[in-house]
Structures are given as structure tokens and as C-alpha cells.
């Protein structure tokens, strides 16, 4: 077996052991998970904050979870056992609540801090490997993160029983968001500087073609008044509407093509028998993402946007989201 071969092997069992330990982990969830969202949610509820804490591996993980925890609208710190004995204690209110996480549920440094996080009155969530350690015995609620083994082939490196962590970790997060009602309006007010804040907060009507840049003609146009219209907006659709402004059809440039290498050559043949009937469209008002999500669907390239009677408010067309920084 050659060098690469091997390097190959040795990653998809890493992947193979995880992956494992994931159903695992998913198969035995149960009421213990139900009563850390419950207890979760009524912490944030009545003011307070959850406080991540662990040490080594399992403290990197902890960050992780609570930036997700924060990044969803759930108030979340981070707290080092260490540095806790050295004033962070501070940190901690009686209506907090503490997710631990410690494999063994023996670490020293968290053993320690248990008996003074317990006397302030803060309730604690363990997510741990060993459910009769000394943290499960002195926690509120136990999360079983036990795995049968690590990928390291010592079985010493955290390995899967971290990805377990992190996933239980995200599970606790989602189930968080959902239970308090979390919208994407307002997920994305904690995104306002991104990619996905700029999704969710623009509007369609922000982003999309009105006035000389949106190309129209009434139904009864020829297929050279279609062209004009589009050549005058720069642009690469046109739509088409009845008497009353409601859409009806869309032409594109790709129609246009496909019409003339078949062969055609009448540009005075009526537009509406070569447009598409009763095209997609959006809404006004509708969040740029859902417009982002109907191109991903269908791939095409524009997308007419319509007031809630139908009647026609503008075009969106596909390269203008670059430079919105939404695609």
C-alpha cells in the first residue's frame, strides 16, 4: 500500500469511528437532554447567563459552544476553572447556570470549583463521558457523551469524544433557539457585519431593478419591443404584463437565442408566445434570502418581484447580488 493510500485509510477511519460515535450519541439522547433546554431557557428567562467551562480539549470546545449559544441570542461566557480561583468567579449570579464538560468528570481543576459554583446557587449542566464521576454527582442535569473509543489509535487523543461534545453542544443550541422563538430577522441582528446578516436583513426591495432599470412591455408587444426594452435597461429579462400591470410572462435573453437558432427571424412575432407563463416571482417586502433561495432552486438568472396583488414591482436579476455580498 503506498504512502498515500495509507494517509487515505487512516482519515476515513477516523471519519468512520466519529461518525459512530455520533449515531451513538444521537440514538441515546433522552429526557436528560429535554431538562438541560428546559433548565437553559428558563435561566435565560429570568435574566440570566449560561457559563461554559472545562479544562484542556474540552475547554476549546466550550468556547465553541458558547459562541453559538451567543451568536443565537442566548447570553454565553466562557470560564477557565484556573482562572476562576483567581477572581473570574466574579463572573457567576445566583440565577446562572454552568454547562461543564469533562470527559472523565474527575479534572482537578473543575472538581475543585464544583463545591464553590454549588454554594453560589448556580444549577449545573454536565456533558460528560462517565456518568458516575464526581462532576455527574454534583451536576442538575448529566449529558452522556461517552464514546466507545477515540479515533487515536492509543485511544488517548480526544478525538471523537470531543466531535460528540461539540455536536451535543450545537443540539443544545438549535433546540435552545427553536424553544425561544428565535427568528431569522432576529438571528440576523447578531450578523449585521456578515454575509448571513446582509441576507437576512436587506429586502428584496433593496436589491431589486425599478424605474430605467427595469425592463417591461405589455403583452400584446412584438419580440423586437421585448429586445428594445431589455437593451435600454441593461438588462437580461423583460417582463411581460397585462392592461392592469399584473405579470403574465417573462422573456430572457436565453429565450431570445434559442428562438433564433432555431432558425427564426420574425422579430415582429408576438412576445407572448415565446415567454414563460406565469414565471416565478417574489413579493415585495420578502427577505433577499428567500429571493437568494428561489435562484438556488431553480438556477435561473432573474427573478421578477410583484406587489401582493401581482402586479409588477421590479426584477432581480442574479448578478446584481454580488455586490451585495449576499451570494
Known amino acids: 500500500m503506498s504512502e498515500t493510500s495509507s494517509h487515505l485509510e487512516r482519515a476515513r477511519a477516523v471519519f468512520d469511528i466519529e461518525i459512530a460515535a455520533l449515531q451513538q450519541t444521537r440514538n441515546r439522547l433522552d429526557g436528560g437532554f429535554t431538562a438541560a433546554v428546559t433548565l437553559l431557557q428558563a435561566t435565560l428567562a429570568n435574566g440570566g447567563k449560561i457559563i461554559v467551562t472545562g479544562v484542556g480539549k474540552s475547554f476549546h470546545i466550550g468556547q465553541k459552544i458558547a459562541a453559538t449559544f451567543t451568536s443565537t ?20 449570579q445566583p440565577a446562572d447556570v454552568v454547562l461543564a464538560l469533562s470527559y472523565s468528570g474527575e479534572s482537578d481543576e473543575l472538581v475543585n470549583l464544583l463545591p464553590i459554583i454549588k454554594r453560589t ?15 455527574a454527582r454534583h451536576s442538575d442535569v448529566v449529558l452522556d457523551g461517552s464514546v466507545t473509543s477515540e479515533a487515536c489509535p492509543f485511544n488517548l487523543v480526544p478525538t471523537a469524544s470531543t466531535t460528540v461534545a461539540l455536536a451535543i453542544g450545537d443540539a443544545l443550541a438549535i433546540a435552545l433557539l427553536e424553544a425561544r422563538g428565535m427568528t431569522r430577522e432576529k438571528y440576523a441582528q447578531f450578523h449585521p457585519g456578515g454575509a448571513i446578516g446582509r441576507a437576512l436583513l436587506l429586502k428584496v426591495d433593496d436589491i431589486m431593478r425599478t424605474g ?9 408587444a412584438s419580440v423586437r ?8 435597461a441593461q438588462a437580461g429579462a423583460v417582463a411581460v404584463v397585462d392592461e392592469n400591470r399584473h405579470v403574465v410572462g417573462l422573456f430572457t435573453d436565453g429565450d431570445l437565442r434559442r428562438y433564433l437558432a432555431g432558425g427564426a427571424t420574425d422579430v415582429q412575432s408576438p ?15 420578502r427577505l433577499a434570502a428567500d429571493a437568494l433561495a428561489i435562484f438556488q432552486q431553480h438556477h435561473f438568472d ?26
Not at 430605467?212 to 400584446?220: C, Q
Open 73 to 92: 441570542g442566548a447570553p454565553a461566557n466562557v470560564l477557565h476553572p484556573s482562572e476562576a480561583m483567581h477572581g473570574d468567579l466574579g463572573l457567576l
Open 121 to 135: 446557587g448556580v444549577r449545573i449542566i454536565a456533558l460528560t463521558g462517565v456518568l458516575d464521576a464526581t462532576l
Open 212 to 220: 430605467a432599470r427595469l425592463a417591461a412591455v405589455p403583452h400584446t
Open 225 to 232: 419591443d421585448a429586445v428594445i426594452a431589455m437593451t435600454k
Open 271 to 285: 412576445v407572448a408566445n415565446l415567454m414563460t407563463h406565469r414565471p416565478s416571482t417574489v413579493n415585495a417586502g
Open 302 to 327: 432573474d427573478l421578477v418581484v410583484v406587489h401582493d396583488d401581482g402586479t409588477l414591482a421590479g426584477m432581480i436579476d442574479i448578478q446584481d447580488l454580488p455586490k451585495f455580498k449576499i451570494l
